[in-house]
């Protein structure tokens, strides 16, 4: 089934211009499928990781909890060869002998760790470790760079991240064996460890790959002593693009960031036009998601340097943000590389790391006072001591400026409903020993003094700001506040049908999409997905997020939950407002607060929603489907979209189904 689906990808097809109704032309497959192997070779491979997994089993037994946390440092080597063999991505000779010295690598790590020991745990220079992701229970690789004054006992260290350009062969072999990523001709930075996360393969770090730096960091503050408010961020290419991203959606994180080439949002870098690329409202409102134009003011505190060749067409990145920058009166401090293409031009290299290190020699990140935040989502809901618990609207641009002067903070805010500010880092700049006052869009709300309190909530109701939490009850939150890409950012099980649905077509339909999301999942994210029967999804289970594939006839998790979702669906009619959809002939599309445990997510009939035609370009993996969709599926799916979408739709920040917008 795996191969025929395999097979069955390389004559898909894109509808130009993103229209449904367009004919189709053939696109290539990524990643491609790699050479033939040599039999004498593919035996060699194969005995290679018969012998491996012996070893592993073996440590797997150990009840040493060093040891259980150092297995995804071995089973980083296993993996990798095991994909590139299993899945055909070896894509020259030298990818088969990489393999083979990653399996001797794999293996002698295996056979330390047996005797209690872990000489690469205290290496120096390149370093590739592992992690277990909370994702998918798969071991992800990243790579490190460790310089040698960096000393265990000493008090802490800096860190860069480094996030590498495109790569379509960049298997797990490619990426351990070559090191991708690794600048041996940029300056090491004293005192400093690099880490270069490998991304999930090539999604320009985002979904999953956003998690995978996040994960890859946690892992490696573990394993080596960081200075928590040195972190810094660099990319180049792909990865400028990546470091555009982290600095607009996550500025408090970081102590600098350097990006360059790459690009900052969608439709200008692919010179779409918006209308005919994007004909429905909502797929330009979930270009909020990413577009890192929209948030230009979250860069007023976080020192950034952007480099470019004066000849790349990714200065195109540069340019946009410095517009938009300037838009809220910042400035972007900006080194070009004279008579250069896509690269690094080594004088201007030089420049940028001399100014990168006074950013580091003047100190640790600080706590700012004043701040100006721009959000669309509740994903991305925190800047320094300010959290956006809820909006009044969803991917509407929604702004907060605050402020502190003398013993009041002043809150002026547009779209927000109700938000938190942390005590704990406000007292490095305000003093709660004393009488403190908060204004908020022109209102004084008094808080009493020796506030001991670690937070303050504050809400909008009845146009009155009030101190307090809103009351409880299915609300939008942050992690769980859709779309439906957003299943796919934290632990997920796919629910597998066991019934047989009535409607014949969308039987068919529904297993086809379910079989396409786990191959894709595979190739473009690097994990094998956990899939489990309806029967045997247990109450341990409900703390994933559910991916349950059929209708309430084939999967008995729907059948549980039927009557407690805002759409109602059986086998003759999806209802929708007032209007209805034929079973036999639409599917329905949705993530919604699992009514079994609602603060995880339930998704019908989706996985991941840019589909095949995104992967030729970074810039067009973006989400393509909302909250919920009608799907009809006379229309066969396609490399664009799942069917032909009827209609879809938000729901509303109490998860309730909305009127016609």
Same mark, same amino acid.
Request: hydrophobic share 35%; proline share 4%; glycine share 8%.
């Given at each position: 089934?795996?191969?025929?689906?395999?097979?069955?990808?390389?004559?898909?097809?894109?509808?130009?211009?993103?229209?449904?109704?367009?004919?189709?032309?053939?696109?290539?497959?990524?990643?491609?499928?790699?050479?033939?192997?040599?039999?004498?070779?593919?035996?060699?491979?194969? *005995?290679?990781?018969?012998?491996?997994?012996?070893?592993?089993?073996?440590?797997?037994?150990?009840?040493?909890?060093?040891?259980?946390?150092?297995?995804?440092?071995?089973?980083?080597?296993?993996?990798? &060869?095991?994909?590139?063999?299993?899945?055909?991505?070896?894509?020259?000779?030298?990818?088969?002998?990489? @393999?083979?010295? #990653?399996?001797? *690598?794999?293996?002698?790590?295996?056979?330390? =760790? =047996?005797?209690?020991?872990?000489?690469?745990?205290? @290496?120096?220079?390149?370093?590739?470790?592992?992690?277990?992701?909370?994702?998918?229970?798969?071991?992800?690789?990243?790579? #490190?760079?460790?310089?040698?004054?960096?000393? &265990?006992?000493?008090?802490?260290?800096?860190?860069?991240?480094?996030?590498?350009?495109?790569?379509?062969?960049?298997?797990?072999?490619?990426?351990?064996?070559?090191s991708k990523g690794f600048l041996p001709k940029m %300056?090491?930075?004293?005192?400093?460890?690099?880490?270069?996360?490998?991304?999930?393969?090539?999604?320009?770090?985002?979904? /999953?790959?956003?998690?995978?730096?996040?994960?890859?960091?946690?892992?490696?503050?573990?394993?080596?002593?960081?200075?928590?408010?040195?972190?810094?961020?660099?990319?180049?290419?792909?990865?400028? @693009?990546?470091?555009?991203h982290f600095a607009v959606h996550f500025p408090d994180l970081w102590l600098s960031a350097n990006p360059g080439a790459g690009f900052a949002e969608t439709t200008e870098f692919l010179k779409l036009d918006n209308e005919i690329s994007h004909p429905v409202w909502y797929e330009k409102d979930l270009l909020h998601l990413y577009d890192c134009t929209d948030y230009a003011s979250n860069l007023s505190n976080l020192p950034i340097i952007a480099y470019n060749g004066d000849k790349d067409l990714q200065k195109q990145a540069a340019d946009v943000m410095e517009k938009a920058m300037n838009k809220e009166g910042l400035i972007l401090k900006r080194i070009i590389g004279p008579n250069t293409v896509h690269a690094y031009h080594p004088v201007a290299a030089k420049t940028v790391d001399s100014l990168l290190t006074l950013i580091e020699v003047q100190g640790k990140r600080k706590t700012p006072k004043e701040i100006h935040f721009t959000l669309y989502t509740l994903k991305y809901n925190k800047m320094y001591w300010l959290m956006v618990n809820a909006l009044k609207e969803h991917w509407k641009e929604a702004r907060i400026y605050a402020d502190i002067s003398n013993q009041t903070i002043i809150l002026n805010t547009l779209n927000i409903n109700s938000l938190t500010l942390d005590i704990k880092s406000l007292s490095s700049l305000i003093d709660f020993k004393k009488p403190v006052a908060i204004s908020i869009d022109g209102v004084i709300i008094p808080i009493k003094s020796a506030f001991k309190a670690s937070v303050?909530?504050?809400?909008?109701?009845?146009?009155?700001?009030?101190?307090?939490?809103?009351?409880?009850?299915?609300?939008?939150?942050?992690?769980?506040?859709?779309?439906?890409?957003? /299943?796919?950012?934290?632990?997920?099980? $796919?629910?597998?049908?066991?019934?047989?649905?009535?409607?014949?077509?969308?039987?068919?339909? !529904?297993?086809?999409?379910?079989?396409?999301?786990?191959? =894709?999942?595979?190739?473009?994210?690097?994990?094998?997905?956990?899939?489990?029967?309806?029967?045997?999804? *247990?109450?341990?289970?409900?703390?994933?997020?559910?991916? $349950?594939?059929?209708?309430?006839?084939?999967?008995?998790?729907?059948?549980?939950?039927?009557?407690?979702?805002?759409?109602?669906?059986? !086998?003759?009619?999806?209802? =929708?407002?007032?209007?209805?959809?034929?079973?036999?002939?639409?599917?329905?599309?949705?993530?919604? %607060?699992? %009514?079994?445990? *609602?603060?995880?997510?339930?998704?019908?009939n989706s996985g991941f929603t840019f589909r095949e035609e995104s992967f030729l370009n970074n810039a067009k993996q973006v989400a393509m489907l909302p909250d919920w969709a009608i799907i009809d599926i006379n229309t066969p799916p396609g490399p664009v979209y799942p069917g032909k979408v009827i209609q879809a739709g938000f729901f509303g920040e109490n998860w309730e189904l909305l009127k016609k917008r």
């Open positions: 089934m795996r191969f025929f689906y395999c097979c069955l990808l390389l004559c898909l097809f894109i509808r130009p211009g993103f229209s449904q109704e367009n004919q189709p032309t053939p696109i290539r497959q990524v990643p491609a499928t790699g050479i033939e192997l040599d039999a004498t070779d593919e035996k060699e491979l194969k *005995t290679g990781l018969q012998e491996f997994s012996k070893s592993i089993g073996r440590l797997k037994l150990s009840r040493d909890n060093s040891t259980k946390e150092l297995l995804p440092d071995v089973l980083i080597y296993y993996k990798a &060869v095991d994909y590139a063999l299993r899945y055909h991505e070896f894509y020259s000779m030298k990818d088969v002998s990489d @393999a083979k010295e #990653l399996l001797k *690598t794999g293996q002698q790590r295996a056979a330390d =760790l =047996l005797q209690g020991n872990s000489p690469w745990t205290k @290496a120096k220079g390149e370093v590739i470790r592992g992690y277990l992701s909370k994702i998918d229970n798969s071991v992800q690789p990243y790579g #490190l760079s460790i310089p040698e004054d960096y000393d &265990v006992n000493g008090s802490g260290v800096n860190l860069s991240v480094w996030f590498h350009g495109r790569g379509e062969k960049l298997s797990e072999v490619n990426f351990i064996a070559n %300056p090491e930075m004293k005192n400093t460890i690099m880490i270069y996360p490998y991304g999930r393969y090539c999604n320009g770090f985002k979904f /999953a790959g956003e998690v995978d730096v996040q994960e890859a960091l946690a892992s490696a503050k573990k394993q080596y002593k960081i200075n928590k408010d040195g972190v810094s961020i660099r990319g180049f290419s792909m990865g400028g @693009a990546a470091v555009w303050l909530t504050l809400h909008l109701e009845n146009k009155q700001w009030r101190s307090g939490a809103t009351k409880q009850g299915l609300k939008k939150k942050h992690n769980l506040q859709g779309p439906i890409d957003d /299943a796919f950012m934290s632990a997920f099980i $796919v629910v597998k049908p066991t019934g047989h649905s009535k409607n014949e077509k969308f039987d068919r339909w !529904s297993k086809s999409e379910m079989e396409r999301f786990i191959i =894709l999942w595979r190739s473009q994210f690097r994990g094998d997905a956990i899939v489990k029967n309806d029967y045997e999804i *247990t109450s341990a289970d409900l703390s994933s997020n559910l991916i $349950v594939f059929g209708d309430q006839e084939s999967n008995s998790v729907i059948a549980k939950i039927k009557d407690k979702l805002p759409i109602k669906w059986n !086998s003759q009619r999806v209802l =929708l407002g007032g209007k209805a959809y034929s079973s036999s002939d639409h599917a329905l599309t949705m993530i919604y %607060p699992n %009514p079994l445990n *609602t603060q995880k997510y339930i998704v019908l």
